[in-house]
Each structure stands twice: as structure tokens, then as C-alpha cells.
């Protein structure tokens, strides 16, 4: 079935050192999303790539960064982990050139700062 | 400033009996608006939309009302049964780029009772 994937599903790493989160998607979507979701709380955009071409919402901190070295992964960088970067983070995708505004989600990665 | 408002976190039903989940906005440009559910340890998965210039959707037991002047959406789940128990996220979409952006409310869980 294709699918989004994130790797690892939980993740704990201690405060102020860099981790790399993950996502492969096997749907040939050309656009990949990352959002921030914290406990009840909705989904808040951090960035997406439309194809090649990066895109930052202006409220997203510089301590996040993506990567994106082909169509079917994308990483996500925090350099320098804050207590208050805990959340689930969740990877999307979508193919606008077929007309759909929906986007397909993986199931997320929860990360722990200790 | 929450573009996108789910203003009740939970709502219990019994089963057999119509779930309605609210949504309200404060954008009039809003082109298309969505329906997600999210099952614990799982990603939203796509429900159900509506294009800004229907005012009804339906899909099965799902039906998607938006009141455009009203700036408010809901959906309509009938008859709910306990394996609709989840979170409903409503999601409305505008244009970005050469793509879409999502934009969530907070979520309303959903509990239907046997």
C-alpha cells in the first residue's frame, strides 16, 4: 500500500542535542509537509517543500531546519532541542497538480526532551 | 490568532445516534475545508471536504454542512457507531505557492458509547 513512513515512531534525546527525524513516502507526491503538534493543540505547519523549493513559515525557529534529497524522503533537524520542542511531530504529503487539497499524513514521530 | 476553531474538546454520543461536530472560521478566503480523524498512535486520515462554494457534502453516513456567512462548518455522523471513537480535526485550506496549507482547529474527541 503506499504510505507515509516516520522513523523512529518515538524519539527521546536530551536538551540541546541536535536529532534528525524522518519521512519516506512511497505515493510520488511531489509536495512533502512537516508540522508541530503539541498535547491538544492543533497541527501547526513548520514547512514544506514543493518539490525541490523550500518553504518556512515566518513563525518557525531557526533551530528547525529540513532536508529534502530526493522526492520520497524528508528529514527534519532540530539542532539544539528545547524542553519546549516535545511534541509529536507529523509529516504530509500532497499532490496539487492532481487538484486535491488533501494531504496524506504519516503517523508521526512523539519527542521527548529531557 | 486562530483562524480555525473546534470550540468543543470532547462530545460523548450513544451509538445509533447523530454525532455533530462543529467548526467555525474567521477567514472568508478560505477555498476548501476538511475533515480529519485520528485514531491514537496513528496520523489524521482524511474524512470528508467541501469546496467554499457548496454548502453540502455527503459521503455515507458523513455529511459535511458550511455556512458560509456564518463562517461555520459541521459534520454529521449518522447513525455514530464506537469505532468512530476518535479525534476530528477540521482543517481549512488555502492557496500557497503552487500548493495548499492546511490550517487546523484543536480537535474534538469523539466518544461513542455502546
Known amino acids: 500500500d503506499a504510505m507515509v513512513i516516520q522513523n523512529p515512531r518515538y524519539q527521546v534525546t536530551q536538551f540541546g542535542k541536535p536529532v534528525t527525524l524522518s519521512c519516506s513516502q512511497t505515493l510520488n507526491h511531489n509536495v512533502m509537509y512537516w508540522y508541530q503538534q503539541k498535547s491538544s493543540q492543533a497541527p501547526k505547519l513548520l514547512f514544506h517543500?514543493?518539490?525541490?523549493?523550500?518553504?518556512n513559515e515566518a513563525d518557525t525557529p531557526d533551530n528547525f531546519q529540513s532536508r529534502r534529497p530526493n522526492t520520497s524522503f524528508c528529514f527534519l533537524d532540530i539542532r539544539s532541542p528545547g524542553l519546549g520542542d516535545a511534541a509529536m511531530y507529523l509529516c504530509a504529503t500532497s499532490s496539487p497538480r492532481e487538484g486535491f487539497n488533501e494531504q496524506f499524513f504519516g503517523p508521526g514521530t512523539r519527542l521527548t526532551v529531557l | 490568532d486562530q483562524q480555525v476553531k473546534q470550540n468543543s474538546p470532547s462530545l460523548s454520543v450513544q451509538e445509533g445516534r447523530i454525532s455533530i461536530l462543529n467548526c467555525d472560521y474567521t477567514?472568508?478566503?478560505?477555498?476548501?475545508f476538511l475533515w480529519y480523524k485520528k485514531y491514537p498512535a496513528e496520523g489524521p486520515t482524511f474524512l470528508i471536504s467541501i469546496s467554499s462554494i457548496k454548502d453540502k457534502n455527503e459521503d455515507g453516513r458523513f455529511t459535511v454542512f458550511l455556512n458560509k456567512s456564518a463562517k461555520h462548518l459541521s459534520l454529521h455522523i449518522v447513525p455514530s457507531q464506537p469505532g468512530d471513537s476518535a479525534v476530528y480535526f477540521c482543517a481549512a485550506s488555502t492557496p500557497m505557492d503552487s500548493s495548499y496549507k492546511l490550517i487546523f482547529g484543536s480537535g474534538t474527541r469523539l466518544l461513542v458509547r455502546p
Open positions: 477567514n472568508s478566503m478560505f477555498d476548501y
Open positions: 517543500y514543493y518539490d525541490k523549493d523550500f518553504n
